[in-house]
């Protein structure tokens, strides 16, 4: 059974449609990223998956049912947003223990661990804490909650590199000795990019990329080089993007299996790069 089906899924506010009939499906036990560009609709079907909205119409489920008002299904979801609100008179403790009631697989240990690793302060009231401390509570809920589906919307405001890399860390630490659904949704794809096990990307409210991380990384390439010889390396190949300076061009294509010609440098395209590209041309059509 996948973890996430969605069918036809719509999304409308007034005046403005956020989803335009998608479809998707996500594998249980995997990393999923959620990508896409500012507005692009990302927050809108995590806030539907996880029982927050109402769809307009078509068809939800997580774990094989409708999330709306379905009190069996939301207690195995957790959905760590960029700016969560707790009561500002909260101390740290007091929102573990909170959190400890409202999930099933609530490990108190590992959150431990992880308010050492981000050094949380735990005594001091939650509004007194700096924003990237604030968003390090989130990800010690996140983790910590060992959900079956596990959601993290750009998760982390204000926090420094270090912290970022402790998040990626630990997360893949703990989704090995416990899988779970994990989506992840980020503007900062390079950092991800070795995390993730399955892409999705959504424009304008529709899904333009539903695949694993894999297969996309071994999509395209860059080639680089001496314009003439990087014109003929590409004879026949539409480029998926292309730059020339001087006499140097580097065109993006579609992997080839061609030797290259000497001074002609093909490399893998990063997924980063690959996700504007599709972006880009998604803008064109
Ligand atoms: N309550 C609402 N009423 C009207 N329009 C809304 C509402 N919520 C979201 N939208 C619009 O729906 C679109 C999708 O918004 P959404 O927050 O899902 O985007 P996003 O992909 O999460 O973007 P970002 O990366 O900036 O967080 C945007 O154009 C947004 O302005």
Redesign the pocket.
């Known amino acids: 059974m996948s973890a996430v089906l969605v069918k036809d899924l719509t ?1 409308r ?4 449609t ?1 989803l335009h009939g998608i479809g998707l499906e996500l594998a249980p036990d995997t990393i999923h990223g959620l990508l ?12 539907i998956l996880t029982g927050q909205e109402f769809e307009s119409s078509g068809r939800v489920e997580v774990f094989g049912q409708p999330p709306r008002e379905n009190d069996a299904v939301l207690r195995r979801v957790c959905f760590i947003r ?1 700016s969560l609100k707790y009561p500002t008179y909260f101390k740290l403790r007091e929102v573990l223990a909170a959190a400890a009631v409202a999930c099933d697989n609530w490990d108190a240990a590992f959150a431990q661990r992880l308010v050492r690793d981000f050094e949380v302060p735990s005594d001091r009231q939650l509004k007194k804490l700096s924003r990237g401390q604030l968003s390090a509570v989130g990800i010690v809920i996140g983790l910590a909650s060992r959900a079956p589906l596990t959601l993290f ?2 998760p982390y405001l204000g926090l420094d590199a270090v912290a970022r890399q402790i998040f990626y860390d630990r997360l893949l630490e703990d989704f090995a000795e416990h899988p779970r659904t994990i989506v992840l ?1 980020t ?1 900062l794809i390079d950092e991800v990019a070795d995390l993730i096990e399955h892409v999705v990307l ?1 424009d304008g ?1 529709r899904v333009v990329l539903d695949e694993d991380a894999d297969e996309l990384r071994g999509r395209a390439v860059s080639v680089s080089g001496p314009a003439e010889a990087v014109t003929a390396y590409a004879e026949g190949v539409a480029p998926l993007h292309r730059s020339e300076l001087g006499g140097r061009l580097k065109v993006a294509l579609p992997r080839r299996p061609e030797r290259p010609a000497d001074g002609v440098s093909v490399d893998p395209l990063s997924l980063q790069e690959l996700i504007v590209l599709t972006t880009n041309q998604g803008d064109r059509k």
Not at 36 to 47: E, H, P, Q
């Open positions: 999304m506010y007034r005046g403005h956020a896409g560009r500012n507005g692009a609709g990302k927050t809108t079907l995590m806030r960029e919307d750009e949704s503007h959504i409210g």
